[in-house]
Protein backbone atom coordinates (compact mmCIF):
# COMPACT_ATOMS: atom_id res chain seq x y z
CA UNK A 1 0.00 0.00 0.00
CA UNK A 2 1.40 3.29 -1.25
CA UNK A 3 1.57 6.45 1.11
CA UNK A 4 -0.52 9.67 1.42
CA UNK A 5 0.45 12.85 2.12
CA UNK A 6 -0.70 16.32 0.61
CA UNK A 7 0.18 18.10 -2.48
CA UNK A 8 0.40 21.29 -0.51
CA UNK A 9 0.89 21.26 3.02
CA UNK A 10 -1.82 23.56 5.40
CA UNK A 11 -4.39 23.64 2.66
CA UNK A 12 -6.48 20.53 3.99
CA UNK A 13 -7.28 19.59 7.55
CA UNK A 14 -9.77 17.00 8.74
CA UNK A 15 -13.13 17.24 11.14
CA UNK A 16 -14.26 14.26 12.75
CA UNK A 17 -12.72 12.09 9.65
CA UNK A 18 -13.83 14.35 7.24
CA UNK A 19 -11.65 16.82 4.93
CA UNK A 20 -11.98 20.37 5.01
CA UNK A 21 -10.36 22.78 3.17
CA UNK A 22 -8.15 24.77 5.90
CA UNK A 23 -8.56 28.93 5.63
CA UNK A 24 -7.73 31.38 8.87
CA UNK A 25 -10.45 33.70 10.02
CA UNK A 26 -8.89 37.17 11.66
CA UNK A 27 -10.02 37.35 15.54
CA UNK A 28 -10.76 41.44 14.91
CA UNK A 29 -13.48 41.07 12.09
CA UNK A 30 -14.28 37.53 11.15
CA UNK A 31 -12.92 38.12 7.94
CA UNK A 32 -12.20 34.59 6.66
CA UNK A 33 -9.16 33.66 3.70
CA UNK A 34 -8.30 30.60 2.13
CA UNK A 35 -5.31 30.07 1.22
CA UNK A 36 -3.96 30.62 4.90
CA UNK A 37 -3.59 34.20 5.97
CA UNK A 38 -1.10 34.49 8.77
CA UNK A 39 0.56 37.84 8.07
CA UNK A 40 -1.95 40.75 8.65
CA UNK A 41 -5.73 41.20 7.76
CA UNK A 42 -6.30 42.69 4.12
CA UNK A 43 -9.73 43.84 5.34
CA UNK A 44 -9.48 47.92 4.87
CA UNK A 45 -10.98 48.58 8.00
CA UNK A 46 -9.12 46.06 10.45
CA UNK A 47 -5.21 46.08 11.61
CA UNK A 48 -4.99 42.61 12.82
CA UNK A 49 -2.66 40.52 12.70
CA UNK A 50 -4.67 37.57 15.03
CA UNK A 51 -6.07 34.73 13.09
CA UNK A 52 -7.21 31.43 14.11
CA UNK A 53 -7.71 28.38 12.13
CA UNK A 54 -11.02 27.44 10.22
CA UNK A 55 -11.67 24.88 8.73
CA UNK A 56 -14.12 25.89 5.46
CA UNK A 57 -17.36 24.43 4.19
CA UNK A 58 -17.44 21.46 2.16
CA UNK A 59 -20.75 22.57 0.29
CA UNK A 60 -21.17 25.35 -2.15
CA UNK A 61 -22.88 26.09 -5.69
CA UNK A 62 -21.01 25.91 -8.59
CA UNK A 63 -20.15 29.39 -9.49
CA UNK A 64 -18.46 28.35 -12.98
CA UNK A 65 -16.49 25.97 -14.55
CA UNK A 66 -13.86 25.17 -17.37
CA UNK A 67 -12.25 22.32 -19.08
CA UNK A 68 -8.10 22.43 -18.93
CA UNK A 69 -8.15 21.44 -22.57
CA UNK A 70 -4.10 22.27 -22.83
CA UNK A 71 -1.57 20.14 -20.13
CA UNK A 72 -0.48 23.12 -17.71
CA UNK A 73 2.83 23.86 -17.56
CA UNK A 74 5.20 23.36 -14.16
CA UNK A 75 4.26 22.86 -11.25
CA UNK A 76 1.63 20.62 -12.95
CA UNK A 77 2.62 16.70 -12.86
CA UNK A 78 1.06 15.00 -16.21
CA UNK A 79 -0.90 12.32 -14.17
CA UNK A 80 -1.42 10.43 -18.10
CA UNK A 81 0.37 9.81 -21.28
CA UNK A 82 -1.05 11.61 -23.24
CA UNK A 83 -2.24 14.17 -21.74
CA UNK A 84 -5.96 13.99 -20.60
CA UNK A 85 -8.29 17.10 -20.13
CA UNK A 86 -9.52 17.40 -16.88
CA UNK A 87 -12.72 19.67 -15.92
CA UNK A 88 -12.20 22.95 -13.07
CA UNK A 89 -14.57 23.88 -10.55
CA UNK A 90 -14.63 27.46 -9.09
CA UNK A 91 -17.42 26.69 -6.05
CA UNK A 92 -19.07 29.51 -3.87
CA UNK A 93 -18.67 28.48 -0.66
CA UNK A 94 -21.75 27.87 1.36
CA UNK A 95 -21.06 29.67 4.72
CA UNK A 96 -18.07 31.90 3.33
CA UNK A 97 -19.69 32.86 0.21
CA UNK A 98 -16.03 32.78 -1.04
CA UNK A 99 -15.45 31.68 -4.61
CA UNK A 100 -12.59 28.68 -4.23
CA UNK A 101 -11.34 27.03 -7.44
CA UNK A 102 -9.88 22.97 -7.90
CA UNK A 103 -10.22 20.14 -10.28
CA UNK A 104 -13.17 17.88 -10.56
CA UNK A 105 -13.36 14.43 -9.35
CA UNK A 106 -12.31 11.65 -11.53
CA UNK A 107 -15.10 10.70 -13.57
CA UNK A 108 -16.79 14.11 -13.68
CA UNK A 109 -16.86 16.20 -17.49
CA UNK A 110 -17.79 19.20 -17.99
CA UNK A 111 -20.72 17.95 -19.91
CA UNK A 112 -22.04 16.77 -16.19
CA UNK A 113 -21.91 20.46 -14.88
CA UNK A 114 -24.47 23.16 -14.39
CA UNK A 115 -23.85 26.67 -12.67
CA UNK A 116 -25.73 26.79 -9.79
CA UNK A 117 -25.34 23.06 -9.01
CA UNK A 118 -24.60 21.78 -5.40
CA UNK A 119 -21.20 20.86 -5.14
CA UNK A 120 -19.10 18.83 -2.68
CA UNK A 121 -14.94 18.51 -1.46
CA UNK A 122 -14.05 15.44 -1.97
CA UNK A 123 -9.84 14.29 -1.62
CA UNK A 124 -8.20 12.47 -4.52
CA UNK A 125 -4.27 12.07 -5.57
CA UNK A 126 -3.52 14.74 -7.47
CA UNK A 127 -0.69 12.39 -8.86
CA UNK A 128 1.55 9.98 -7.67
CA UNK A 129 5.23 9.25 -7.62
CA UNK A 130 7.36 6.54 -6.10
CA UNK A 131 6.74 7.77 -2.53
CA UNK A 132 2.97 7.61 -3.20
CA UNK A 133 -0.25 9.70 -3.49
CA UNK A 134 -0.11 13.28 -3.56
CA UNK A 135 -3.62 14.21 -2.05
CA UNK A 136 -5.42 17.46 -2.74
CA UNK A 137 -8.64 18.94 -3.41
CA UNK A 138 -11.50 18.55 -5.78
CA UNK A 139 -14.89 19.38 -6.83
CA UNK A 140 -17.97 16.88 -7.24
CA UNK A 141 -21.90 17.46 -7.69
CA UNK A 142 -23.42 16.13 -4.93
CA UNK A 143 -26.00 14.72 -7.17
CA UNK A 144 -22.86 13.22 -8.49
CA UNK A 145 -23.15 11.36 -11.84
CA UNK A 146 -20.54 8.80 -10.61
CA UNK A 147 -22.14 5.26 -9.38
CA UNK A 148 -24.92 6.06 -7.02
CA UNK A 149 -26.40 2.90 -6.90
CA UNK A 150 -29.00 1.22 -8.63
CA UNK A 151 -30.02 2.79 -11.97
CA UNK A 152 -33.49 3.47 -10.93
CA UNK A 153 -36.27 3.94 -13.40
CA UNK A 154 -37.32 7.43 -14.54
CA UNK A 155 -39.97 8.44 -15.92
CA UNK A 156 -42.56 5.81 -17.92
CA UNK A 157 -44.80 6.23 -14.78
CA UNK A 158 -48.11 5.78 -16.19
CA UNK A 159 -46.80 5.67 -19.92
CA UNK A 160 -49.79 4.72 -21.22
CA UNK A 161 -51.29 5.85 -24.28
CA UNK A 162 -53.49 8.95 -25.01
CA UNK A 163 -55.09 9.17 -27.33
CA UNK A 164 -56.29 12.67 -27.62
ZN1 LIG B 1 -9.57 41.52 10.31
Known amino acids: ?3 QRPALEGYLTEVDGVPHLLGSR ?10 RLDSFCRHPDCDSDSFEDA ?3 RRGRL ?9 PPPPYVPVSDPYEPFAIAAVELDAERMVVLGQCATGVD ?3 LQVGMEMELVVEPLFSDEEGDALTWKWRPTASPLPQGEGGTVGAADGGERVA
Open 110 to 112: VAD
Open 1 to 3: MSA
Open 55 to 57: PLS
Open 63 to 71: WSYTNAAYQ
Open 26 to 35: CTACGTVYFP
